[in-house]
């Protein structure tokens, strides 16, 4: 808990300062795009692989994914049936199934799962991340191009399988056994090396607070869902799965984390309400960092 206590000041430091570069106009919105590109195609990437090819890699890791998506599938019933009884819009009933089960597992799952457990802890976090990747590309694309008003054409399979990510694990698999030049492992270290700092500032600069009076009811309902009881079904979930202590721990921190990001570049792409995702986004990021140190608390005492 001490590290986590640590970590999160931090962090929170780093967002701050991408939130106030925006403010005072050293950076602004046209930044968002291209710390994003460089995260998600170089950095991230680069972590990704150096995290699975630096791991003891187990069976065991191969039902994380697995037990993470039944957690997901948890939570978007549950959302299915909030949403109904709310009478949202479509757009906005659409956006809140996909920012109440899908969490930032990638973005800030990875700095907490190393600022808590360790980078030697961070495949398992990996690997739960692939889920949520999984659920993003298909579950999370279906219910967009249902709900969504620009429902796009184009081959789900293919943008699952030429995701950066996915490519990183792939590759990271791959040439686990395989020796490669220290100079080529260098330059990948320092790539990913630069993946939290960036993705810090890239969460500060995208923070933004307008509608969240509009939408509190449905902001409400997903912080309950995403922050409260999915670490909740990931508990049990994880417990039935038979996940060890600190394995289940990591399971639990990732089901813990706030709307994912990425869910705001499938609104867009499919015309979902794009006004409530970037307050979805804010506001349970903001609360999760008051949930999560308690939900891990929690947990050290149950466990």
Not at 27 to 38: A, Q, S, T
Not at 65 to 71: E, G, Y
Not at 106 to 131: H, Q, W
Not at 228 to 255: C, D
Request: hydrophobic share 55%.
């Amino acid at each position: 808990m001490q590290a986590l206590l640590q970590s999160i000041p931090s962090m929170v430091l780093i967002i701050f300062l991408g939130w106030f570069t925006r403010r005072i106009g050293f950076l602004d919105e046209r930044y968002v795009n291209l710390l994003n590109k460089i995260i998600i195609y170089l950095a991230l990437p680069a972590l990704i692989f150096l995290a699975v090819r630096q791991s003891q890699l187990s069976l065991s890791l191969v039902k994380i994914p697995f037990l993470a998506i039944l957690v997901m599938a948890l939570c978007l019933g549950l959302a299915y049936v909030v949403g109904r009884l709310s009478n949202y819009t479509s757009k906005t009933f659409g956006s809140f199934l996909i920012a109440s089960s899908m969490g930032n597992t990638g973005y800030l799952g990875f700095p907490l799962t190393i600022g808590l457990f360790g980078y030697s802890n961070l495949v398992k976090a990996v690997v739960y991340d692939f889920g949520t990747v999984v659920v993003i590309f298909t579950m999370g694309i279906v219910i967009a191009k249902k709900f969504g008003e620009a429902g796009k054409e184009g081959s789900v399979i293919k943008e699952f399988l030429i995701f950066p990510s996915t490519l990183a694990l792939v590759f990271g698999l791959l040439l686990h056994p395989v020796p490669l030049p220290k100079f080529l492992l260098g330059s990948i270290n320092y790539l990913g090396q630069a993946t939290i700092p960036l993705i810090m500032l890239t969460i500060g600069l995208s923070l933004k607070a307008e509608g969240i009076g509009k939408y509190w009811l449905p902001l409400l309902s997903l912080g309950a869902i995403k922050l409260v009881l999915a670490p909740f079904f990931a508990f049990f979930v994880g417990s039935l799965g038979g996940l060890t202590s600190q394995t289940l721990g990591v399971f639990v921190l990732e089901a813990s984390m706030p709307a994912v990001m990425l869910s705001l570049v499938v609104g867009l792409k499919y015309g979902l309400d794009t006004k409530f995702l970037p307050v979805a986004i804010l506001t349970s990021t903001l609360a999760s960092l008051i949930t999560i140190p308690l939900g891990q608390a929690i947990l050290r005492l149950v466990a």
